[in-house]
């Protein structure tokens, strides 16, 4: 969340930032929720939620179960509505591409 509060800052205008949901939640602080409450601009994250560690399938490793399991796969059932609440954040989930589109849509009609 940090990073796409500065990236919308330093661009000046409405940002879409993109991050894979391992590396959304490393970056949650309070710096990050003071950051976005302070934002002048729009800001839309889209957070793509796969439940984790899907990228390292592709690595020869990963047809090692045994070493692969343990060490590369973090597959999570985490939810990120309640990390948005606790930064006073809107919050939907998509299901379908139908929901995201009227999401998205909907979101950018709030700017």
């Given at each position: 969340?940090?990073?796409?509060?500065?990236?919308?800052?330093?661009?000046?205008?409405?940002?879409?930032?993109?991050?894979?949901?391992?590396s959304?939640?490393?970056?949650?602080?309070?710096?990050?929720?003071?950051?976005m409450?302070?934002?002048?601009?729009?800001?839309?994250?889209?957070?793509?939620?796969?439940?984790?560690?899907?990228?390292?399938?592709?690595?020869?490793?990963?047809?090692?179960?045994?070493?692969?399991?343990?060490?590369?796969?973090?597959?999570?059932?985490?939810?990120?509505?309640?990390?948005?609440?606790?930064?006073h954040?809107?919050?939907?989930?998509?299901?379908?591409?139908?929901?995201?589109a009227?999401?998205?849509?909907?979101?950018?009609?709030?700017?």
């Amino acid at each position: 969340f940090a990073a796409a509060a500065n990236l919308a800052q330093a661009a000046g205008a409405g940002s879409r930032p993109q991050r894979s949901d391992s590396s959304s939640t490393g970056s949650s602080s309070t710096d990050s929720s003071s950051s976005m409450m302070s934002l002048a601009i729009p800001l839309t994250i889209v957070l793509l939620n796969n439940g984790g560690g899907a990228i390292f399938r592709s690595l020869p490793v990963a047809k090692f179960e045994d070493v692969f399991t343990p060490y590369f796969d973090s597959a999570h059932n985490l939810r990120f509505d309640s990390l948005c609440k606790g930064f006073h954040l809107a919050y939907s989930c998509a299901l379908t591409r139908a929901d995201f589109a009227r999401v998205f849509q909907d979101t950018l009609a709030l700017r």
